[in-house]
């Protein structure tokens, strides 16, 4: 059964950064693509980005330039790096990995005007 847990999660201003860490377990981490969700209040879950197996990554429009997803197969973790945030990027932050229904309780991105 896979297991996520995300973190690195907090309250930061407008124009800083944040890195979030995923980790997972329960299954080969190395042979699956990994992807980034993100739910804002009142509003539905949305895509942010993709990491595949091989460190190829994709990006929602919304966060092109100003997020970065790395994986580290190693350590069984995902990463996604924040800068230049935005106070419209408020959201939980889940990882999920892409062949599984399974997602990890998220954690609380806030960024303050």
């Known amino acids: 059964q896979v297991q996520l847990v995300e973190s690195g999660g907090g309250l930061v201003q407008a124009g800083g950064s944040l890195r979030l860490s995923c980790a997972v377990s329960?299954?080969?981490?190395?042979?699956?693509?990994m992807a980034w969700y993100r739910q804002a209040p009142g509003k539905q879950r949305e895509y942010v980005a993709t990491?595949?197996?091989?460190?190829?990554?994709i990006y929602a429009d919304s966060v092109k330039g100003r997020f970065t997803a790395s994986r580290d197969n190693a350590k069984n973790t995902v990463y996604l790096q924040m800068n230049t945030l935005k106070p419209e990027d408020t959201a939980v932050y889940y990882c999920?990995?892409?062949?599984?229904?399974?997602w990890g309780p998220g954690t609380q991105v806030t960024v303050s005007s």
């Open positions: 999920k990995v892409l062949n599984f229904v399974n």
């Open positions: 329960g299954i080969t981490f190395s042979i699956y693509n």
């Open positions: 990491v595949t197996t091989g460190g190829i990554t």
